[in-house]
């Protein structure tokens, strides 16, 4: 290109960019990787060379089609986005006991890493903590899931996603059929609905008024197999450049679900997956080469619709050069800096044919669209301009955990590790509204030369009102780098590598978080321990007292702390007495630190694994008590095997039983007799290995009088019939054997039975206000030496009558139950607490 045609592109970058906007890209630190530098060039290079978009829509973290999404993004370099509803809140842990919007918090973070690996834009449908699209646990109904959703919330936010993301082809994870959870035939519903919808400027208008335009989606795909499909996506092919499969490439991705177990290791060769052609404003084939069959896929076939458009030919030319700087971008790599200087080479000229589109005689909606493609390709450019520089940029924060008040210092740095000349560098830190940000030096820089580092230092003041940290909410702390290469500008938005939240000074969490007041004990104290953390950046005192039910006292009434540094912890031990007449019901205990004018009353759970990193979940310092009467059995002794994925051991102590947690050794070769029962956590054949050699031992502990309580297993749980003294044989499909109705109907099948009367006595009530679920996974087959001792089902279903059963086996008890236990007894149901203690008390 010539200097003369340089500079006009550079006089039109001024004039398209006050036309268009900025685009920024963000950039967020990796970690350094041995084949990060060509394999993350390819990747950002490869969605140059293709205008086309799509949308993948599910129901959970973990729906995403994985393996689609690879082929898409990293093999085609297709503008590739998934919206996901809500963020798995209801769903199992099977890293830890976080359960709610603990878990919720985990499995968005698993998502955004596995979309990083898959390279796509990631949207959801919820947007806070205690959202109205949350997981509620499982539902066989997409009416009851849109009910509780808000059907109308949930459209309004994805055809918002639509308009915003504009995708040419959408995919539903799931089809709507009887067999698929609620949750995904929902999303399906909707997204088939948004089909039309979203096009239709009288649907949520209010969306014009925010200049988001309608949106015709051109194809509209549902999953399908083999035997019944309109196109196959190759997802088997092996990308020589990534050295994997897409398939394979899509299970690196969802290998971050860890919390819900996913990713499997697959092998090399061919291998589909299948969609079926629902809807389409393009004429289409019976058997379709590939998705995009009939729309624009290159710049060259955008530049064929402009032409058929408008006789004037400025913007199609301008769209063929576009197509030429994609080609030669390519045909440079992997030569870092020949692929630089044609990736600012054809920034010049999206910004030319930007302002071009602007000056024509096209459509407004016309304009609307290839301006919206070419900002997508700006910041594609940034992108690529920045792995081919190999220029590296950060924000390093002197702390991630901040409180109200407090100075801090943030860095931010520049790197040049390339061979590219890098000029006029540009360092902006972003902080939130009543925040100040003031550099200590310099913040712009003339030069930066191979292997060397640029920093500037910003004192950054936290106002004494400052919001909270919200785990949902994109990084408070931004920066903005733009640096000059080839007489062109790049434009990067940056964000910390660690998360930057704003927390309580003192933050407290009590032990226990939840208990049971026993009304047959009404004298009983409360023990409550308070531990405080300061997060104040130095020393810091604080007075810590409870605030307490009416007439309910605590000794200390308040305890003097003082802090050295921050990080600190320190716990207070209160002995606190509830009132003598307390009654049934629900009662509160909080936590409360002051400081001079500052109160704290909440503390910061620390969630950090090290696929995710730390992040935070701020709640309410309280103890929820559930005050009911409970009888409980003197001198019980109960082995509870945990598969890590509840906590139930750890309630039944705190009403008095004597829980001991057994370890491998313990199973293989301890006293089994020694326990008046053992308990076996949910899907502990899974996660426990000792457990199926050591079966035997364990039938042979109930055969000698012991009493063995066995909680709800999969199949794939290496559960077998034969583990149990009598066949107990799991229903499958898995989504036909469970009951999601927490209110429906229960019928004790055994009323008279001892495990329904001692040592409480169990009524109907005891059924009352449970969560989520009743029961899951329920046998479809037993053996008839077992008493059945419930009958249960969702309205209008069959009911299950294997829920819950219990044999003698020699001189003891065996007992298997599908009911949740895991979910209703830390959240003090009861009468679940009062059955699981009656299940424990049943040593002959």
Known sequence: MSQAKRFTKLLSIVTCVTLAGSVLLTVTAKPALADRGVVDLWKSIKPLTTIASAMNTGAH?????????????LGKGINTSSVIANRGEGGQNEIGSELGNALGIIRTRELQEASKITNITLANLSEQLNDPIFDFGFSKSPDETLQKWGDSIAYERLIRKIRELRPDVVIPAFLNEDSTHGHHRAINVITVRAYKDAADPNIFPEHLKKGLQPWQIKKL????????????VPVGDYDQIYGASYEQLGEESRFMHKSQGMGRNVNEGPNFTYYKLESSIVKGKDKEKDLFEGI???????????EAKSKDTKVAQGLRELQKDANNIIASYPKFADVAHDVQEMKLDVASTLADIQKSSLDEATKTDLTYRLHVKEDQLNKASMEAASFVAKVKPETGELVPGQTTKMTMTAYNGGDVDIKNVNLKLNVPEGWTAKATGATTFKKLGNNETVSAVFE???????AGFKPYDKPIITGDVSYESYTVTTNLHVTPD?????????????????????????????????????YNPGAAKATLSLQLPDGWKAVPAAENLSFAAKGETKSVAFTVTPSSDVKNGSYSIKAVAQSGDVKSTEGAQVISYPHIGKTYFVQPAELKIEAFDLAVPDKIKVGY???????????????????VKLEEKDIQFGDLSSYDSIVLGIRAYAFRPELIPSNQRLLDYVKNGGNLVVQYHKPEDKWTPDLAPYPITIG????????????SKVTMLAPDHKIFNYPNKITDKDWDNWIQDRSAYNPSEWGKEYTQLISNGDPGEAEFTGTYLTAPYGKGTYSYSSIVWYREIPNLVPGSIRMFVNMISQKQ
């Open 61 to 73: 973290p973990d729906d995403e089609h994985s393996a689609t999404l690879a082929y898409l993004s």
């Open 221 to 232: 795909y549902l999953p399908a197999d083999k035997k019944a499909f309109n196109v196959s």
């Open 296 to 306: 624009a896929f290159t710049f060259e076939d955008l530049a064929k619709e402009v």
């Open 460 to 466: 950054v003041s936290v106002p004494a009102n400052a």
């Open 498 to 534: 660690i998360a930057v939240a704003v927390l309580p000074p003192f933050s407290m969490s009590l032990n226990p978080s939840a208990t049971v007041l026993n009304t047959l004990k009404p004298g009983d104290p409360i023990p409550v321990k308070v531990t405080v953390r300061n």
């Open 641 to 659: 095997v945990s598969s890590g994925f509840d906590n139930i051991d750890q309630y039944l102590r705190q009403v008095g039983v004597n829980v």
């Open 732 to 743: 499958s499909p898995l989504i036909k054997w469970r009951v999601t109705d927490e209110t």
